[in-house]
């Protein structure tokens, strides 16, 4: 999974499955994180899904989380703020070790 620190926040890189029948991390794609939420991928309903899926998996405030890539297709880059590089990287682990 690609977690890398870019000019004070970090990025992710996530492939996510719009229309599940169950939301939540389902594990790992190549370099990206796979995210499964139930919304559709229509008006950035998914998108901002994602974005709520993540804060809570991570612990932190929704505003915190962006997709600030890919928003209309299904492989984005997710940006994250506020938190360091080891402890997105230790709780995203235990969310896909977790499942």
């Keep these: 999974m690609k977690l890398e620190l870019k000019d004070g926040a970090l990025l992710l890189q996530v492939k996510v499955v719009p229309n599940a029948s169950r939301a939540g991390i ?3 794609l190549g370099d990206a994180l796979k995210v499964k939420v139930a919304q559709p991928p229509e008006d950035g309903k ?3 899904a994602v974005e709520a ?3 809570d998996v991570l612990g932190i405030a929704s505003g915190n989380v962006a997709v600030v890539a890919g928003q209309t297709r299904p ?3 997710v940006r994250i703020a506020g938190m360091s590089l080891e402890n997105a990287r230790e709780k995203l682990e235990a969310a896909v070790g977790g499942r």
């Design 26 to 28: 389902a594990g790992v």
């Design 46 to 48: 998914a998108n901002r």
């Design 53 to 55: 899926l993540l804060a």
């Design 75 to 77: 492989r984005k880059t």
